[in-house]
């Protein structure tokens, strides 16, 4: 059987790393089945083009997965397949918090002929051979033969062969500047970020995030070898084909547990592994020196941390008060030593906020290290603790608002702020974050730094203005890249400096730029 698997297109960036289940369950599949994989933030495709791909490529089974986000796509995309008679089966965490929306069994339409709930590691070579056989059941749960929940245990884990894929629709390298980034050596012309997760599960139990009802809080991991196996390999690839290749360790709280994360990270600085990676870990768990020493010592360079908010009263409304904003510069400061940037993200729309929460956040924000900040609003994802409270005290604006999906709308009033406001906040502070003088103060704070560390902080901050203000487009970057002409004037001019004295040292060397 031929088999497709597709992930619908988030409609607002391009695709910048491919998506783990799709690779995932490719490798997980039966012998003798063949699977193609599209993305749709690669491979745009309307309901039509698709339709025509399955057909023209005798498909017998589609598998599509997607966050709440993409689920009303997903829902028109399986649609459209069904109505071709090819059956569709869906996964991820939408349809597991909510399955009876895919099978129409809550009075709507039905859109899937299956679902697989949570983790499907296990139930996919059954959901493959039962579509083989014409004899799809409608609901494929992770449970042992008491009907107990099993969670896969993560060891063994297959290989994803990556190096055998071709990536290049996953590059983060714009095409217009491939060429020019080609002339400077050192493989910068074409970058992959590539997930790899070295494990699953956290218990903090936050009370917006899916993450604890969905992986459990069984927390599972990969042998430490099996993760430096596919790192070796990623590493020879990227070598052998002058590109650069970034992991993105994409396990909810990379460091839950510190003993583990030490150990993992000593092996990979041991078996000579190290790429440049990034990774979420809580603000509490960067407390301690030796883990971030290692992270830097094992090419850890961007540090995603679930900020939320500078007000412990929030927190605390959240289940978050494990993070304490008192200590959040003496964090940032630690990794910034070691020249490891931090992702900060933040949540507007949160029961304490109020007008003005994004000048007292950026006023915040702007006394630390220079980061990369991003800001979101409080949204109720369904079967979270969030859901419910909102739910039960008739809080919720738009009770399926992924039904109805539009980026930064939000799905419930606000205690003390309203929904109008609550979005000027957040367009208040993406704009002041990413402006061309908060780049340039931002770079000018560090100006003590290295060049190339400089360099890629500033290419960061352009890439991740992208995230609110879409720049899909040459002409987009263009702006952009006028607009912050100053910046880029002054690295230019350094950067032509620092290439006439390495040739005056050594006439013939390449010039490259590397991350430290
Ligand atoms: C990586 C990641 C991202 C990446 C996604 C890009 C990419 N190419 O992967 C980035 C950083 C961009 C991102 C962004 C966001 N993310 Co995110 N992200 C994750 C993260 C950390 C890992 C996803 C992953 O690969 N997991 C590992 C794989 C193996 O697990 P899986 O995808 O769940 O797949 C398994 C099963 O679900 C199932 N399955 C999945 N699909 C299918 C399909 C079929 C057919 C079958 C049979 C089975 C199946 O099988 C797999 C193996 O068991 C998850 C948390 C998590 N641990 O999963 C959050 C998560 C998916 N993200 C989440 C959210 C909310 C977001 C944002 C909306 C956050 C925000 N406020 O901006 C944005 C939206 C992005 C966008 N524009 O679309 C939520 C989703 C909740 C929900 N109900 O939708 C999660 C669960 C985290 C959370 N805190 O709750 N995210
Ligand atoms: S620490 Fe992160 S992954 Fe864990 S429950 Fe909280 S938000 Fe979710």
Same mark, same amino acid.
């Given at each position: 059987?031929?088999?497709?698997?597709?992930?619908?297109?988030?409609?607002?960036?391009?695709?910048?790393?491919?998506?783990?289940?799709?690779?995932?369950?490719? +490798?997980?599949?039966?012998?003798?089945?063949?699977?193609? /994989?599209?993305?749709?933030?690669?491979?745009?495709?309307?309901? *039509?083009? /698709?339709?025509?791909?399955?057909?023209?490529?005798?498909?017998?089974?589609?598998?599509?997965?997607?966050?709440?986000?993409?689920?009303?796509?997903?829902?028109?995309?399986?649609?459209?397949?069904?109505?071709?008679?090819?059956?569709?089966?869906?996964?991820?965490?939408?349809?597991?918090?909510?399955?009876?929306?895919?099978?129409?069994?809550?009075?709507?339409?039905?859109?899937?002929?299956? =679902?697989?709930?949570?983790?499907?590691?296990?139930?996919?070579?059954?959901?493959?051979?039962?579509?083989?056989?014409?004899?799809?059941?409608?609901?494929? +749960?992770?449970?042992?033969?008491?009907?107990?929940?099993?969670?896969?245990?993560?060891?063994?884990?297959?290989?994803?062969?990556?190096?055998?894929?071709? /990536?290049?629709?996953?590059?983060?390298?714009?095409?217009?500047?491939?060429? &020019?980034?080609?002339?400077?050596?050192?493989?910068?012309?074409?970058?992959?970020?590539?997930?790899?997760?070295?494990?699953?599960?956290?218990?903090?139990?936050?009370?917006?995030?899916?993450?604890?009802?969905?992986?459990?809080?069984?927390?599972?991991?990969?042998?430490?070898?099996?993760?430096?196996?596919?790192?070796?390999?990623?590493?020879?690839?990227?070598?052998?084909?002058?590109?650069?290749?970034?992991?993105?360790?994409?396990?909810?709280?990379?460091?839950?547990?510190?003993?583990?994360?030490?150990?993992?990270?000593?092996?990979?600085?041991?078996?000579?592994?190290?790429?440049?990676?990034?990774?979420?870990?809580? +603000?509490?768990? &960067?407390?301690?020196?030796?883990?971030?020493?290692?992270?830097?010592?094992?090419?850890?360079? @961007?540090?995603?941390?679930?900020?939320?908010?500078?007000?412990?009263?929030?927190?605390?409304?959240?289940?978050?008060?494990?993070?304490?904003?008192?200590?959040?510069?003496?964090?940032?400061?630690?990794?910034?030593?070691?020249?490891?940037?931090?992702?900060?993200?933040?949540?507007?729309?949160?029961?304490?906020?109020?007008?003005?929460?994004?000048?007292?956040? &950026?006023?915040?924000? *702007?006394?630390?290290?220079?980061?990369?900040?991003?800001?979101?609003?409080?949204?109720?994802?369904?079967?979270?603790?969030?859901?419910?409270?909102?739910?039960?005290?008739?809080?919720?604006?738009?009770?399926?608002?992924?039904?109805?999906?539009?980026?930064?709308?939000? %799905?419930?009033?606000?205690?003390?702020?309203?929904?109008? *406001?609550?979005?000027?906040? /957040?367009?208040?502070? @993406?704009?002041?974050?990413?402006?061309? *003088?908060?780049?340039?103060?931002?770079?000018?704070?560090?100006?003590?730094?290295?060049?190339?560390?400089?360099?890629?902080?500033?290419?960061?901050?352009?890439?991740?203005?992208?995230?609110?203000?879409?720049?899909?487009?040459?002409? %987009?970057?263009?702006?952009?890249?006028?607009?912050?002409?100053?910046?880029?004037?002054?690295? =230019?001019?350094?950067?032509?400096?620092? @290439?006439?004295?390495?040739?005056?040292?050594?006439?013939?060397?390449?010039?490259?730029?590397?991350?430290?």
């Amino acid at each position: 059987m031929k088999i497709l698997l597709y992930n619908p297109d988030n409609g607002v960036t391009r695709n910048f790393m491919p998506h783990l289940w799709m690779f995932l369950l490719k +490798a997980l599949t039966p012998a003798g089945h063949e699977v193609l /994989l599209i993305d749709g933030n690669a491979r745009p495709m309307n309901e *039509e083009e /698709l339709v025509r791909y399955v057909i023209e490529q005798k498909i017998g089974l589609v598998g599509i997965g997607a966050m709440t986000r993409m689920i009303a796509r997903a829902y028109r995309m399986a649609d459209a397949i069904r109505a071709a008679g090819v059956p569709v089966v869906m996964g991820g965490p939408h349809v597991t918090e909510v399955p009876d929306e895919a099978l129409g069994r809550d009075g709507g339409k039905r859109h899937a002929d299956a =679902v697989a709930l949570g983790e499907a590691d296990e139930t996919w070579p059954t959901i493959v051979e039962d579509a083989a056989k014409g004899q799809l059941k409608e609901i494929y +749960a992770p449970v042992d033969e008491t009907g107990k929940e099993r969670k896969p245990s993560l060891q063994p884990y297959p290989d994803i062969p990556w190096e055998t894929y071709d /990536l290049k629709q996953f590059d983060m390298i714009p095409k217009f500047a491939r060429s &020019l980034l080609k002339r400077y050596g050192g493989g910068w012309q074409s970058i992959h970020l590539i997930p790899i997760e070295s494990g699953r599960g956290c218990p903090y139990g936050c009370e917006f995030c899916t993450v604890t009802g969905f992986f459990g809080d069984s927390i599972r991991f990969r042998s430490n070898k099996s993760v430096v196996d596919e790192m070796l390999r990623l590493k020879r690839h990227a070598r052998e084909n002058r590109q650069q290749a970034i992991i993105f360790f994409i396990d909810d709280n990379f460091a839950i547990n510190i003993k583990r994360t030490k150990s993992l990270l000593r092996d990979i600085i041991a078996a000579g592994a190290q790429l440049p990676w990034t990774a979420q870990i809580s +603000a509490n768990l &960067l407390r301690d020196e030796e883990l971030v020493d290692l992270i830097a010592a094992s090419d850890g360079k @961007w540090i995603f941390i679930g900020m939320e908010s500078i007000d412990t009263a929030n927190l605390a409304d959240v289940n978050k008060n494990f993070n304490k904003p008192a200590e959040y510069a003496a964090v940032l400061n630690r990794l910034a030593e070691r020249n490891i940037y931090a992702i900060t993200s933040f949540i507007f729309g949160l029961d304490n906020d109020t007008p003005g929460v994004a000048a007292r956040t &950026l006023e915040q924000v *702007e006394s630390w290290p220079p980061g990369l900040p991003v800001f979101g609003q409080l949204t109720p994802f369904p079967s979270t603790p969030l859901y419910k409270r909102l739910e039960t005290s008739g809080r919720l604006t738009r009770p399926k608002h992924w039904l109805d999906f539009a980026p930064y709308q939000m %799905a419930h009033t606000p205690l003390k702020m309203t929904i109008a *406001e609550t979005h000027k906040e /957040l367009n208040l502070a @993406w704009t002041n974050s990413y402006s061309p *003088e908060r780049n340039k103060k931002a770079l000018d704070s560090i100006g003590d730094r290295r060049l190339d560390y400089r360099l890629i902080h500033f290419v960061m901050r352009l890439f991740f203005r992208g995230i609110y203000f879409p720049q899909m487009t040459k002409s %987009a970057w263009l702006k952009l890249i006028a607009a912050n002409r100053r910046t880029i004037y002054k690295l =230019v001019r350094e950067g032509a400096g620092e @290439w006439r004295k390495s040739r005056r040292k050594k006439p013939d060397a390449p010039v490259s730029i590397r991350v430290q």
